[in-house]
């Protein structure tokens, strides 16, 4: 069974644009969350979807976004970039919400 | 916010030890996990935890989840070179209002030859 998946594996971008990831789950899977990992900060948890509907949020400004689609594929979009939202982020897909997450291998933003 | 300590921050042991590194919380979880996180990978699932008091293995890996709900550890017995990452333990609480997961801030794991 292939995993998580998430496209593009690595961007650049310039303050104040904005950017959309994708993250394919695992066939079957019926939840995305998406975390934003740092070096100074860790994995911090931004949002979670569940059959299109956001569940969960993380303490994250507005300019971060997401959706879920039918077919449980996640976008996140992040607006007026800012340098300090370089980062990597993750997706994870789990069968449901409570059970455990498989993470895609990120995609590394770098905002310049 | 619920907040996790993980220590140690970094380990150095030979090949062939054993090692054993856990969490902490303030708060209390329902669910404990602990990843394995290789340079430019996302982390992998190691072992899942969700009963107090659960002891599970997976190979050479070991991982409990404390009585209190507020701990857990995970040991990995008899180390070798690919067992070089850095770990992290992650929390969920299934209460009201539920949040994603909380994470550690990782254990180094460096193993020398």
């Known amino acids: 069974k292939a995993g998580v998946t998430q496209t593009p594996r690595y961007l650049i971008k310039t303050r104040g644009q904005q950017v959309t990831l994708s993250c394919s789950p695992i066939?079957?899977?019926?939840?995305v969350s998406w975390y934003q990992q740092t070096p100074g900060q860790g994995l911090q948890f931004l949002f979670e979807?569940?059959?299109?509907?956001?569940?969960n949020k993380g303490n994250f400004p507005g300019r971060f976004s997401g959706r879920q689609f039918s077919n449980s594929r996640s976008e996140m979009n992040v607006s007026t970039l800012e340098l300090g939202d370089s980062a990597l982020y993750l997706c994870?897909?789990?069968?449901?919400?409570?059970?455990?997450?498989?993470f895609g291998p990120g995609t590394r933003l770098t905002v310049l | 916010g619920q907040q996790l300590n993980q220590s140690p921050q970094s380990m150095f042991i030979q090949e062939g030890e054993d090692v054993s590194m856990n969490c902490t919380s303030s708060?209390?979880?329902?669910?404990w996990l602990w990843y394995k996180q290789d340079p430019g990978e996302g982390p992998v699932l190691l072992i899942a935890?969700?009963?107090?008091?659960e002891l599970t293995s997976n190979g050479r890996l070991t991982a409990q989840f404390g009585i209190t709900r507020k701990d857990s550890f995970l040991n990995i017995s008899a180390s070798i070179p690919s067992d070089v990452g850095i770990y992290f333990c992650?929390?969920?609480?299934?209460?009201?209002?539920?949040?994603?997961?909380?994470f550690g801030k990782g254990t180094h794991l460096i193993i020398q030859p």
């Open positions: 994870a897909s789990s069968l449901g919400v409570w059970n455990e997450q498989f």
């Open positions: 066939s079957g899977h019926r939840s």
């Open positions: 979807y569940f059959s299109e509907t956001q569940r």
């Open positions: 708060s209390i979880f329902n669910t």
């Open positions: 935890l969700y009963k107090a008091g």
């Open positions: 992650a929390g969920r609480y299934s209460g009201g209002g539920a949040d994603g997961l909380t």
